[in-house]
């Protein structure tokens, strides 16, 4: 789609997300779909979350983060999913700038605090409650002011006459494609925080399965070995899914690329991996199984008396 010449700016008051609209006739399964896909996030992610904080023998540096991870996957896909399955249970699109901005900045921001807090999650059995805290706070925090600046710059941009936005949230690259003039700039700030929040995470915990594998490798047992690669394979899986669409996605050299390919990839790490995260993380560990099976008796026996 050519771009309208500067001159002839039209100044838009709202966006219109295309969500799935080129499949009309899946637009009930897709709303059935997603609104299961919404609950089991919300129901596996709460459950790991309310179990790590409340059991007393999952008290431990390891399970904090689980705990925290979980509730960052609830807020992260509570920003994109409610407002999807809206436009296809209503088939009204539109999205206002305000509402648009906001909705980004909380993707950026969340995004990136999921970055942060996968980096040190290899590490949690050297850690202190003290830096535990601290480091996952950090992750929390440390994207605000970030991702807001970036989020007004790229909204401060003028747009040309189309606001069509082909994708099912106000993400960078499709918002970047009805900006008019040169983006280079803002093309540049995108790829130097994306390095920043992702390629650097991305970085160290693939140095930590570097070590976690050494020390795999050294193992005497083979039927060891087998169990030690069989849970590292998943999680480093679900971390190569994450990272590998976010950065296909945020460090292209331009904000270009086919609609469909965008909407595919964003998929992954905005609603994929939420599903998946809590059993690979959590619902596979024996601690955490155990608690689950012990905990509606023991609360319960608690409420009784």
């Known amino acids: 789609q050519e771009k309208a010449p500067e001159g002839n700016l ?8 295309l969500d799935f609209a080129d499949v009309p006739h899946l637009q009930k399964f897709l709303f059935g779909l997603f609104l299961l896909i919404y609950i089991i996030i919300l129901t596996g992610n709460g459950i790991i979350f309310l179990i790590t904080k409340l059991d007393p023998g999952l008290q431990t540096p390891m399970y904090f983060f689980l705990g925290n991870f979980s509730l960052l996957e609830i807020c992260y896909v509570s920003v994109t999913i409610p407002r999807m399955l809206t436009s296809l249970g209503t088939q009204r ?3 206002s700038l305000v509402a648009c901005a906001t909705q980004m900045c909380f993707v950026l921001t969340l995004g990136a605090a999921e970055c942060c807090l996968l980096a040190p ?9 003290k830096v535990c805290v601290q480091l996952v706070a950090g992750s929390w925090v440390s994207g605000i002011p970030i991702q807001i600046g970036q989020t007004c710059q790229i909204f401060s941009l003028p747009f040309c006459g189309s606001n069509l936005i082909n994708h099912f949230f106000c993400d960078i690259p499709p918002i970047l494609k009805l900006a008019c003039g040169v983006t280079f700039l803002n093309e540049l ?12 995470p991305f970085l160290l915990i693939l140095v930590s399965y570097g070590r976690i594998i050494s020390t795999i ?13 069989s849970t590292c ?3 480093l ?9 976010a950065i296909v996605t945020y460090l ?26 809590p059993v690979i993380y959590s619902l596979r560990n024996k601690d955490v199984m155990m608690a689950l099976r012990k905990w509606p008796g023991k609360h319960l026996s608690s409420w009784k008396k």
Do not use: C
């Not at 039209?10 to 997300?17: H, R, W």
């Not at 999650?121 to 409650?129: A, E, I, W």
């Not at 899986?237 to 669409?245: E, I, K, M, R």
């Open 93 to 95: 699109r539109t999205i």
């Open 233 to 235: 394979s998943s999680h």
């Open 237 to 245: 899986v679900v971390v190569a899914l994450f990272f590998g669409s």
């Open 10 to 17: 039209t100044k838009l008051t709202e966006f219109v997300l």
């Open 252 to 277: 292209r050299p331009k904000m270009q690329g086919l609609a469909g390919t965008d909407r595919v990839l964003s998929l992954f790490y905005t609603i994929v991996m939420p599903v998946f995260n």
């Open 189 to 200: 700030l995108v790829f130097t925080v994306a390095a920043l929040f992702v390629l650097v």
């Open 217 to 229: 490798l050294k193992l005497p047992s083979a039927t060891s070995r087998g169990k030690a690669f």
């Open 121 to 129: 999650s290899g590490y949690p059995l050297v850690m202190n409650p």
